[in-house]
């Protein structure tokens, strides 16, 4: 079947799908019109703020929302139902996996990976004026890799290369190079301890998951 999807306004090389807006109209006063990069691939129902910056090759899913005030690398994708607030800043080749929220003033490095259902908190005390003044999301540094299902508290530093378990709660600062989980997360080991992939699944040939836990993933001392 042919493709409905045209040339996007802002320049050579970017396709979107009908029902994306580029360009949409801000009500601050101090921004100017959207910068994207050349070569994006914009998925229906992405939404692209005036007053942001964004780099070559930019993809996104469906129902993707990029507020104003962002600037966003080269080789960036965000897929579907994710919205990055407004005043971000996001290095080069950061994937942004499902349904996340990336919280106003939250600084990703380059190489980071959010997996599905990453939320990430800017306001400590909801509803405290000062708190608001001083609002602020965490920074996550290069390469840090984020599991599915994670909440990151305000002001949080992840060290470059951390890796957090699913289901964490990241309430203080995690160190760069080791595993984090727990609520609260806390590190547990060096990424570099982590046992080989191989040594913890098994092939099932039944299934289209062609791969099992060994044991059912029992315990054996060890954590994931």
């Known amino acids: 079947?042919?493709?409905?999807?045209?040339?996007?306004?802002?320049?050579?090389?970017?396709m979107a799908d009908?029902?994306?807006?580029?360009?949409?109209?801000?009500?601050?006063?101090?921004?100017?019109?959207?910068?994207?990069?050349?070569?994006?691939?914009?998925?229906?129902?992405?939404?692209?703020y005036d007053g942001s910056t964004i780099g070559?090759?930019?993809?996104?899913?469906h129902g993707?929302?990029?507020?104003?005030?962002?600037?966003?690398?080269?080789?960036?994708?965000?897929?579907?139902?994710?919205?990055?607030?407004?005043?971000?800043?996001?290095?080069?080749r950061v994937k942004i996996h499902c349904n996340c929220y990336v919280a106003q003033f939250t600084e990703l490095d380059d190489?980071?990976?959010?997996?599905?259902?990453?939320?990430i908190a800017n306001d400590l005390y909801p509803g405290d004026g000062r708190s608001a003044e001083l609002m602020a999301g965490p920074r996550i540094g290069a390469a840090a890799q984020i599991g599915v299902n994670v909440t990151i508290l305000p002001y949080v530093r992840i060290g470059a290369g951390a890796l957090i378990g699913a289901g964490s709660v990241v309430t203080r600062d995690i160190p760069a190079a080791v595993v984090a989980f727990g609520n609260p997360?806390?590190?547990?080991r060096a990424v570099t301890e982590l046992p080989v992939i191989d040594a913890r699944v098994i092939t099932d040939t039944t299934s289209v998951s062609s791969h099992r836990l060994a044991d059912?993933?029992?315990?054996?001392g060890h954590p994931p």
């Open 1 to 14: 079947m042919p493709s409905d999807r045209t040339a996007a306004p802002h320049g050579t090389g970017r």
């Open 185 to 188: 997360a806390a590190p547990r």
């Open 64 to 92: 993707v929302v990029i507020r104003e005030c962002c600037a966003i690398g080269d080789d960036v994708c965000v897929w579907s139902n994710s919205v990055i607030d407004y005043g971000c800043r996001i290095g080069n």
């Open 111 to 119: 190489d980071v990976f959010l997996a599905p259902g990453v939320m």
């Open 18 to 48: 009908p029902g994306v807006l580029v360009g949409y109209p801000v009500s601050r006063t101090d921004t100017g019109p959207l910068v994207l990069g050349a070569g994006a691939t914009l998925r229906s129902g992405t939404v692209l």
């Open 216 to 220: 059912g993933g029992a315990v054996t």
């Open 56 to 61: 070559q090759r930019f993809q996104t899913g």
